[in-house]
């Protein structure tokens, strides 16, 4: 523990990332002040928000050039100057892409321990929450409605389609390619998956959705979002996760046809949200989580990647749908 | 009564309305079935809406070319085969643009009498029912917060603004020219005005709501929506209403930016809505509006033209922004 591995957003990617925006460097060890914990990281997440953080402001502020890039940590405390937490403690910080990082005490929270460790940062993370909140809590599907979710392989989609045949609902992904599209109806048990690759997405969806669809989980924007907008059944509801089309390039000159139109006409609520706005009612969900998890009925997928050196193109895959389920890079 | 002067849609309009697309014609008085009633118009409701009509389906089905133009009526019974109205009982009839008209008693609610008899299309209709349940009930603003509402000089709008007063907001209009400006601040009482003709929209919303807008009343879509939706405050609301800048023309080839984009970061609820949904709760909205009217508190704005004949280009003029407050045509 002497030198501390970074990776630098070295700069701000002009159109699409690639490895050019990113340096990996060596810092020493930071040490902890008084209230804070230094941790190590074990796990770093790998989301496509962390692309749009590069655009400018959202719920957090935008990242500049030459800092370590951002991203969240499952780590473990190696020194502890503040009162709750202890070496050995697991904790979720936000420390960017490095091994070790400091953060005050009072903001993190003991992770329990289990196993894999790495559900902390699928399922029971900001990945399985995000699920949970944005598709019961925002969506709020019935049984026997129709839902449909974009990205629908990724880490989030592939938990909100589980969740929604789980509440009884007839769930309908979209998912890019053919390989995923049977995946996510053979292991995942989705009724219907439309491949957005082959085209004609409009059209495809409104023949797999014949009675409209009453809840669409939007993980992409753009085309799709535009797509499921047109078939969206009246009183429907649209909830607005992210939109990683349009992350990875210069924002879109326009957005969707029909807004606002077909949401006075159709009477749409769209509705965006940010999981922590949620975190009052986490232990419910994390219980209920648990549960289907423990029962067999929720799969839960991981795509970890060896090594810290390895996250630019982990990101950068993950930006082209490589992955299926979640992402994240183990760090030795 | 012998015969009924009648308003052909005679062809659909290709990109503007002009008075082209529609013709005068006479046909005999219809006689009621039983059941039904036979109506004679005394006021045709002129609304944005009628030119969406002529897009396609929309929460009615679309209009066709060769039939009398769509629209409302507030009309008096003449003659009755239902056994609940009698001659000289007025009623909201959707019998479009003719002096006379049959429809099923049962689904006609006897309107009380009342001077002026115009309010009962204005702000006892469903233009002062679509602000009060649109502002309060998909808006759902807080005192003190800002409220911005589009086309503030028109129907809907000028209610919007008074009511959003009324329950202790600030608020900005959004009109076209200084003259409708300046006169829903001196004559309506909003607090700040935007003339979106002198263009600059986002950045003039901006200077007149520096702590962002928690509710976009929204009645025209397009360039203004996207204004608006840039200054949106966090968990802001968006009340689609209609899209009047969409109406008049061929559909536009794309939607706002930051769509969905901003919704997501902004956690915004963009919820569209139609009036009748809201109709269970109409007399308590009524009653609430009626003690505002009587004791002063709410302007009602009206703009009524003679002679069924003008109906094509009243309606022409509405889509250009000419009236303000609630337009109607008086029939002889």
Wanted: charged share 20%.
């Amino acid at each position: 523990m002497t030198t501390n591995r970074q990776i630098i957003l070295a700069e701000m990617p002009q159109g699409r990332l690639t490895p050019a925006s990113f340096r990996l460097a060596e810092a020493p060890v930071p040490a902890p002040a008084d209230g804070e914990v230094l941790v190590k990281a074990r796990y770093i997440s790998l989301d496509a928000a962390n692309r749009a953080w590069m655009q400018g402001v959202t719920y957090r502020s935008a990242l500049q050039a030459g800092q370590v890039m951002a991203g969240g940590s499952l780590a473990e405390v190696v020194e502890s100057r503040s009162p709750g937490l202890a070496p050995g403690d697991l904790v979720f910080a936000d420390i960017g892409w490095q091994e070790y990082g400091t953060a005050p005490g009072k903001h993190l929270a003991r992770l329990p321990a289990m196993a894999p460790l790495t559900y902390l940062l699928s399922v029971y993370g900001v990945t399985g929450l995000t699920a949970y909140f944005g598709l019961l809590e925002v969506g709020k599907p019935k049984a026997g409605e129709t839902v449909v979710v974009s990205a629908a392989a990724g880490a989030v989609g592939s938990l909100v389609g589980q969740i929604a045949k789980l509440k009884g609902c007839r769930v309908v992904g979209i998912a890019g390619g053919a390989q995923k599209c049977a995946w996510i109806k053979d292991a995942l048990g989705f009724d219907e998956a439309v491949d957005y690759k082959a085209g004609g997405v409009r059209r495809a969806l409104r023949e797999a959705c014949p009675d409209g669809v009453s809840v669409y989980f939007d993980n992409v924007g753009g085309d799709v979002f535009e797509a499921a907008l047109f078939n969206m059944a009246n009183h429907g509801r649209i909830v607005c996760c992210g939109a990683v089309s349009a992350y990875d390039d210069v924002p879109p000159p326009h957005g969707p046809r029909g807004v606002p139109g077909l949401i006075v006409t159709k009477r749409l609520r769209v509705e965006g949200f940010v999981v922590m706005d949620f975190y009052a009612a986490r232990d419910a969900a994390l219980a209920e989580l648990h549960g289907w998890v423990e029962s067999g009925q929720l799969k839960v997928v991981e795509d970890v990647i060896d090594g810290l050196e390895n996250l630019p193109v982990a990101l950068i895959g993950l930006l082209a749908g490589e992955n299926r389920g979640k992402r994240m890079v183990k760090v030795d």
